[in-house]
């Protein structure tokens, strides 16, 4: 398994223990990844704001990379992946502005042809690696661990350009969940936006939103949360205390990243998976594996 890897900008800033962690999962589990370095940021529906051909031809050019490699993109930002998706669903819907994009692209002797495939490390590890195989990589399993799968947002939505699970009942993370050993909580919230788009407007609204998601996976035995995306870790870990102050609850629920998770019960040790950057100690958690 090769992929033309895009990690994304938080990852490579101030969530860098994903991208630590990715780095671990992909060794121990066989995955190699040829990072796109040379790309540029998805614009995370910001410079769509500002310039939405921009837009579209800064992502078809990560496109068209990944393309002339042969290699289908993975991302371990569910942020990254819902933008890219619906510029690709695009893209592929709309022979107008595919042609428009290519004359773009022409200036810089690049061209998309519609070939790439863009995976979240989610979608990777149950269609193509498999869960089944996966299973066989445990060694030590999350047995006795209640787990609450947060989705959020981009991983699910758009629907008709993602197209990988019922947006409404989604299921990839409980069953990723279960076959690491541990028991998804099932709680309200967890299809819900995290509060990330509003936390810089709306800060208290944010405050609440996450405090309230965290608080009911808590009420239902949740021993943690996972999130397959690292704005959504942002707001549920770094922000917890703020959430916890503005539902006057002391919610000291610890928030993992999809990697760290998979890590731990593929045997990566735990002080290389970077739970010490972690707001919310993860050493309860710890201490139950």
Known sequence: MKYAYYPGCVAKSSAHELYNSTALVAEKLGIELAELTAASCCGAGVINEGDPFLNVVLNARTFAMAESMDLDILTICST??????QL?????NSPTLAAKTNEALAKINMKYNGKVKIKHLLWALIEDYGLSKLEQQVVKPLKGLKVAPFYGCYILRPAEALQFEDHEKPVSLEQLITVLGGEPAHYEGATECCGFPILF???????EMGGNYLNNAKQKGAGFMVTPCPLCHISL??????????????????????????????????KKLGFSK????????????
Not at 278 to 289: G, N, Y
């Open 80 to 85: 990254c992946q819902g933008v890219m998706r």
């Open 88 to 92: 690709k669903w695009q893209l592929d």
């Open 201 to 207: 407007v709306q800060r208290e609204t944010a405050f």
């Open 237 to 270: 870990d770094a922000y917890q205390a703020k959430s916890s102050k503005k539902i006057h609850t002391n919610i000291n629920l610890p928030v993992m990243h999809l990697s760290q998770m998979v890590g731990l019960a593929v045997g990566v040790e735990p």
């Open 278 to 289: 972690h707001m919310v100690s993860m050493e309860k958690v710890l201490r139950v594996l």
